[in-house]
């Protein structure tokens, strides 16, 4: 994602720094959305929802509906991830 062996970390961490020196005020707001987007995702079939404790939520999508997203999904190179028989991306 990054490249390089990550040689320039210090960029990175200076990005993280900053939003550590900066936003921590909008972490609150951010726990809020991830908490409403879950809420929100849970109502649909298919979708598996972790609680969110903070701002990152974690979704399981069912292998029928990752099917059905990557048939209507625009193609990519071999950006997209493939679904497997047991419903883990294989890429």
């Known amino acids: 994602m990054v490249g390089g062996g990550l040689r320039q970390v210090g960029v990175i961490a200076a990005a993280g720094l900053y939003a550590l020196e900066h936003n921590v005020a909008r972490l609150a707001e951010d726990h809020a959305n991830a908490k409403r987007l879950a809420e929100g995702l ?34 990519t190179a071999s950006a997209r991830p493939r679904p497997t028989a047991a419903g883990a991306s294989a890429g």
Do not use: C, K, R, S
Request: proline share 15%; hydrophobic share 60%; charged share 10%.
């Open 42 to 75: 849970a109502q649909h079939p298919g979708l598996a929802i972790v609680e969110p404790e903070t701002n990152i939520l974690f979704v399981d999508v069912a292998p029928a509906i990752m099917w059905n997203l990557l048939a209507i999904l625009p193609p």
